[in-house]
């Protein structure tokens, strides 16, 4: 009667299958009633033997069935005893079936009436007892346990009323009927129904439980109605993507936010595959959702899982944020390239700004190159034609006639005027330090390398590279000088990431470099790309009549240096210095002249000493009009520029200054040649 409208329940709704193991239970407790029956009315002892055997049956079912009622209504931290129980009663059961007389008999038992105190006769058996009649009642002490075990977690999880309802009636169940047959056999109790009696009142109490759990479900469903109805109207008008997807992953709700944001309808989307409306990993917390029209739109997802059920999605939209983050870090990341650039640019005009310093205390020349003579304009006119070009230039000429006034003049009349003209003086660098200064090295590169330094030809990148005296430059760096020209590609000292540079070169000798390649000293591939476009400079022996244009100019620049009137040139002064061969052209004359504008008085120009005329005889020959050995020679023209300041060593209008030396170089020259001051001068 109690298992139908269980088993009734439980078809109902599946997922209540304490419903389905009561149901079981009491179909088993049923079948035990019907056999204790069937064994107090045998009429004989086969009959009482086939009825204890089969009674077995309901009874494993009703005993399993209990196992499994309290594991699944009050729960339990001990699975492993009800799997424990259920292997043994199969045990039995198994037993049971194949014992000829079952587990209570080993031999057909003898019946006999027993007529109790009441009246009531009732058919009884005994008999050789089967050896495994025991085990049975081994699994009483496992089961209490259980019981207990399910209770204690059941009231402590607050279901104090189904732990003593459910838990305290399956105990005392299990109680009486582990103590029933022993109390018989002592005769202390005479009735046979206790079992049926106390299970009985199991049912009670579990029925009773079932009512309220059925009275709960039927006030929880009208609850569940009603929030499924507001939160049904929630996520209708909620600001939010709302997606619902079934356990297979296809696409079973979508709210009309979502609609709308995507431009598709309801229909388009349900019952399709949610990877279908997502760019990327369907499980990523945030996903690219495709739009009707094609967009994209970037969605940020909160995942509900119910499970066999499917998950619940909402979504934000952050599509304008992360175009907005987007935007910020782009124009992040160009701040910071420009500001490497600056940077760059920064560090790169620093020492450009070193250098040109440098530049202005090293440089001398005309401010533009003054004559009218026809090899003058000759080369003039060779200027002009590979200016405005890149091509390599290679000046020639002898000391002292201003090739690398002419390389400015290339460089300022063409693309690159605009960026500084690099010098690098190939003479006047130590070899070992000419590569670091060409082409830079990296931090810790060699002793002293304290930190990164870009290499001339860095510095001369979009400009122009002035390469003087590179007949004097080693042969071990001449292959790198070449494939700079030839590729545009070199490497710091010390480092290997390779640069690339564009540079115009502009070469230039007082060697005759063909005869150095002949010689073996300079390479032959390297003359060939330096010699594109040669020019040579005249000498000025051999344009003396551009001499009397030269002094006047160089007579106003030294006038104006010294903030005085410029002297009157007289023509036995421009005789004289026609007259002479001028073996250190241009850059003598300069000299001389500058000498001659400091020492004069007066208003006309005198030279501070007499020149030899070209015609002279070696004997006669010497510098500035001195004659003798050279070390007589310039010892006195050394001397004769001390007293004429004073024995003034240094600063301005001092002798070095005159002399174009540094002033630690003319002390040593000084004590090489013997000279000291008089003790009645001051040097300074």
């Known amino acids: 009667m109690l298992a ?79 799997w424990l129980l259920s292997a043994g009663w199969l045990l039995v059961l198994a037993l049971n079936l194949a014992s000829p007389y079952g587990i209570v008999f080993l031999e057909l038992p003898r019946i006999e009436p027993l007529v109790f105190s009441w009246g009531e006769s ?52 299990i109680s009486i009927a582990g103590l029933h047959s022993p109390l018989v056999d002592l005769d202390v109790i005479e009735s046979p129904y206790l079992i049926s009696l106390a299970f009985l009142g199991v049912v009670l109490a579990m029925g009773v439980e079932l009512t309220f759990d059925a009275a709960r479900a039927a006030e929880l469903s009208d609850e569940v109605a009603a929030n499924e109805k507001r939160w049904r109207t929630l996520l209708e008008e909620v600001q939010l993507l709302v997606l619902g997807v079934d356990a297979s992953g296809h696409v079973d709700y979508a709210n009309p936010y979502f609609t709308r944001l ?24 945030e996903q690219s959702l495709q739009k009707k029209n094609g967009g994209e739109l970037r969605i940020v997802w909160s995942r509900v899982a119910h499970e066999n059920a499917g998950v619940l999605s909402i979504g934000s939209d952050v599509t304008e944020q992360r175009r907005a983050e987007a935007a910020r870090d782009q124009a992040t990341r160009n701040t910071e390239k420009a500001l490497r650039e ?51 230039v290679l000046v020639e000429g002898e000391t002292g006639v201003g090739k690398e006034l002419f390389a400015r003049a290339i460089h300022s009349h063409g693309s690159r005027g605009h960026r500084p003209l690099i010098k690098v003086n190939c003479a006047s660098l130590p070899p070992n330090l000419i590569e670091s200064e060409l082409f830079g090295h990296e931090k810790g590169a060699f002793t002293g390398a ?52 564009d540079v115009r070169v502009i070469a230039a000798t007082n060697r005759n470099l063909k005869q150095e390649v002949e010689a073996g000293a300079f390479r032959e591939d390297l ?45 036995p002064v421009i005789d004289e210095l026609v007259s002479y061969d001028w073996p250190g052209n241009v850059r003598e004359l300069e000299n001389v002249i500058q000498r001659a504008v400091i020492t004069s008085r007066g208003r006309k120009l005198k030279l501070a000493a007499r020149l030899l005329p070209s015609s002279s005889t070696a004997e006669e020959a010497g510098s500035n009009g001195y004659r003798g050995t050279l070390d007589e020679v310039d010892r006195a023209y050394v001397r004769s520029v001390l007293e004429l300041t004073s024995w003034r060593i240094e600063g301005e209008k001092g002798a070095a200054e005159l002399l174009g030396l540094h002033p630690n170089t003319l002390r040593f020259r000084m004590r090489k040649l013997g000279l000291q001051r008089p003790k009645a001068s001051t040097s300074t």
């Open 4 to 82: 139908l409208p269980n088993l009734i329940l439980w078809l109902a709704r599946r997922d209540r299958r304490a419903n389905l193991l009561f149901s079981l239970t009491a179909a088993g407790a049923g079948g035990v009633a019907l056999s204790e029956l069937s064994m107090m009315n045998a009429a004989s002892a086969e009959a009482f033997a086939a009825a204890s055997k089969l009674g077995i049956i309901p009874l494993a079912l009703l005993l399993v069935s209990l196992f499994w009622f309290i594991v699944d209504y009050l729960g339990t931290r001990r699975w492993w005893l009800a």
């Open 122 to 173: 009732v058919t009884v058996a005994d008999g050789v007892p089967h050896p495994l009649r025991w085990l049975p009642d081994l699994f009483s002490p496992l089961l209490l346990f259980l019981i207990a075990d399910a209770s204690i977690f059941a009231w402590q999880r607050g279901l104090r009323r189904r732990a003593v309802l459910v838990g305290g009636g399956a105990g005392l169940f």
């Open 262 to 285: 995507t431009g598709f309808a309801s229909r388009d989307i349900v019952g399709k595959p949610v990877a279908a409306l997502v760019s990327s990993d369907p499980e990523a917390d």
């Open 342 to 392: 600056i940077e760059a640019l920064q560090q790169r005009l620093e020492e450009e700004v070193v250098y040109l310093k440098d530049e202005v205390k090293t440089t001398g020349g005309f401010d533009e190159i003054v004559g009218e003579h026809d090899a003058l304009r000759y080369v003039l006119r060779k200027v002009e034609e590979v200016a405005p070009l890149n091509t390599t």
């Open 450 to 501: 304290a930190r990164l330094r870009r290499g001339r030809f860095e510095l001369a990148d979009g400009g122009t590279l002035f390469l003087d005296e590179i007949g004097e430059l080693p042969l071990e760096l001449q292959g790198k000088l070449l494939r700079v020209l030839q590729e545009g590609e070199f490497e710091r000292v010390g480092g290997d990431r390779t640069l690339s540079v």
């Open 527 to 571: 003359f060939y790309r330096l010699h594109v476009y040669p020019i040579t400079v005249p000498p000025l022996r051999k344009r003396k009549s551009d001499i009397p244009l030269l002094v006047s100019a160089l007579v106003k620049r030294y006038s104006h240096e010294q903030k005085a009137q410029p002297a009157e040139i007289g023509q």
